[in-house]
């Protein structure tokens, strides 16, 4: 269904070269980073209070964009394999059908490589949470996720905003070593996540004219059609040719989605003015550089993507944890880890005194 091979080799001919950089600057950059997620970690603990499995170590991978694109490519081939059998088996194994899945794989396995390429020269780090391990990307022990920082777009970033590039190092680490941490120290939160995406995907039409005939519904509605941004929720192609069901998924997603962002950005401005001196000069021009955007092709992907649903998320996640943490402080915060059942909700991330009446409340009550 998908040549994987092909959608590797696809984006790293495309995507595009990193900052020049000697080999010496190179090795240095890749060892403060690996310096700055290991102390980063000892930050984010102190100021989240939340306690990680010492037994439980993920790997700290500083990659190129390739790199990236090959971990990421792993863990669509993992993440997809249920869908893609059901693809499968609803599609046949005659000889026709063999015929047009292998042209059908390449031709995706373009298109998914021609994505990644534009996402891999944009991602600054990411924890990766469905990480099967490889020769060259180990994950950690049990099956658990890895974190990857990626040095060419850290360093372009940096020299971008023209800020100091240790701490925009030590900034960066602190946002990514947060996802790490949520991950590690809430051992239901993986699965959940893994479960609710799967509930997504279970839910996919395999029926090529259904997609089709919700694509012409998602063409038409992003054309125009008499409705604003506004009036259609801003929603991007990915969400308007779902059906109902997912929907009701994705609405939980990016609730738990907005709460992980918001988290790591909230987290990032806490333990900043300790330990990160310009971390004032970093914020305002990182949060100009992504109101900014960039050309009319690349706004024009960041909508078909939903690229701007995940800049509203970090947004509303921060808001929602800030207001939090004001009420009823950082441990009171901390209760949305004790189970599904105490994450928010997409209205709660919207209300965040609603979530207090609702956990806290009734903990009380």
């Given at each position: 269904m998908v040549d994987w091979n092909l959608a590797v080799a696809t984006a790293t001919r495309l995507v595009r070269p990193g900052p020049e950089v000697s080999r010496d600057e190179a090795r240095a950059i890749v060892s403060e980073l690996r310096r700055h997620a290991k102390s980063a970690e000892e930050h984010v603990r102190s100021f989240t209070?939340?306690?990680?499995?010492?037994?439980?170590?993920?790997?700290?991978?500083?990659?190129?964009?390739?790199?990236?694109v090959r971990a990421n490519v792993a863990g669509f081939r993992e993440l997809l394999k249920p869908l893609l059998d059901k693809m499968q088996d609803r599609r046949g194994s005659g000889p026709g059908n063999?015929?047009?899945?292998?042209?059908?794989?390449?031709?995706?396995?373009?298109?998914?490589?021609m994505l990644l390429s534009?996402?891999?020269?944009?991602?600054?780090?990411?924890?990766?949470?469905?990480?099967?391990?490889?020769?060259?990307?180990?994950?950690?022990?049990?099956?658990?996720?890895?974190?990857?920082?990626?040095?060419?777009?850290?360093?372009?970033?940096?020299?971008?905003?023209?800020?100091?590039?240790?701490?925009?190092?030590?900034w960066v680490c602190l946002h990514e070593e947060t996802h790490r941490t949520q991950f590690t120290a809430v051992p239901w939160l993986r699965d959940h996540l893994e479960g609710e995406i799967q509930s997504f995907l279970a839910e996919t039409e395999v029926d090529p004219m259904t997609v089709l005939e919700r694509l012409r519904e998602a063409a038409s509605s992003l054309a125009g059609n008499g409705r604003t941004e506004e009036e259609d929720g801003g929603r991007s192609i990915v969400e308007l040719v779902q059906t109902p069901a997912q929907r009701e998924v994705l609405g939980r997603l990016t609730a738990v989605m907005s709460?992980?962002?918001?988290?790591?950005?909230?987290?990032?401005?806490?333990?900043?003015?300790?330990?990160?001196?310009?971390?004032?000069?970093?914020?305002?021009?990182?949060?100009?550089?992504?109101?900014?955007?960039?050309?009319?092709?690349?706004?024009?992907?960041?909508?078909?993507?939903?690229?701007?649903a995940k800049l509203r998320q970090y947004r509303d996640g921060e808001r929602f944890v800030r207001s939090v943490v004001e009420q009823v402080g950082m441990d009171g915060f901390n209760r949305v880890w004790t189970s599904p059942n105490t994450l928010p909700t997409k209205a709660e991330i919207a209300r965040p005194a609603d979530w207090v009446a609702r956990v806290h409340r009734k903990a009380e009550s």
């Open positions: 209070r939340m306690a990680t499995d010492a037994g439980h170590d993920t790997p700290v991978l500083v990659v190129d964009r390739a790199g990236w063999a015929m047009m899945g292998a042209v059908g794989g390449k031709v995706t396995g373009v298109e998914l490589g534009f996402l891999a020269s944009r991602v600054l780090g990411q924890y990766e949470t469905f990480a099967p391990p490889s020769r060259d990307l180990p994950a950690a022990p049990d099956g658990g996720g890895r974190l990857l920082l990626v040095a060419p777009n850290i360093v372009h970033v940096e020299r971008e905003l023209d800020v100091d590039p240790h701490d925009f190092r030590l709460l992980l962002e918001g988290h790591a950005d909230f987290v990032m401005d806490g333990v900043g003015p300790a330990v990160v001196p310009s971390v004032t000069e970093i914020r305002e021009k990182f949060k100009e550089r992504r109101a900014k955007g960039a050309s009319r092709l690349d706004q024009a992907l960041r909508k078909l993507l939903g690229l701007d």
